[in-house]
Nanobody, 121 residues
Framework: QLQASGGGLVQAGGSLRLSCRAS????????MGWFRQAPGAERDFVAA????????YYADSVKGRFTISKDNAKTLVYLQMNSLKPEDTAVYYC????????????????WGQGTLVTVSS
């Protein structure tokens, strides 16, 4: 029901845009989030967007560099990542939950398969 794409290898300072395609049922009623997991680390919150008013939330580490957005017509959620740093290297996952956005991974019951982002120094 969730398919993430857009990962790849990029140099530090570069940009990538991740996409997450959601099924129609999920997209219309659910808040969407992006999380990331580096090797040996826990899955961390990156950004989220509410389903009703489109409110956005960001981890402090990505504020001002990443932007989450939705395309209702295409049932897509994007994560635009600018000024990438080597510490942004991780597998990025999109996730969905009913009701409001949340920064806690265990509050999201639906997950995509992940897409790898590698930032070289």
């Amino acid at each position: 029901q969730l398919q993430a794409s857009g990962g790849g290898l990029v140099q530090a300072g570069g940009s990538l845009r991740l996409s997450c395609r959601a099924s129609g049922r999920i997209f219309r009623s659910y808040a969407m989030g992006w999380f990331r997991q580096a090797p040996g680390a826990e899955r961390d919150f990156v950004a989220a967007i509410g389903w009703s008013d489109g409110s956005t939330y960001y981890a402090d580490s990505v504020k001002g560099r990443f932007t989450i957005s939705k395309d209702n017509a295409k049932t897509l959620v994007y994560l635009q990542m600018n000024s990438l740093k080597p510490e942004d290297t991780a597998v990025y996952y999109c996730a969905a939950r009913i009701n409001g956005a949340d920064t806690r991974a265990n509050m999201y019951p639906y997950w995509g398969q992940g897409t790898l982002v590698t930032v070289s120094s």
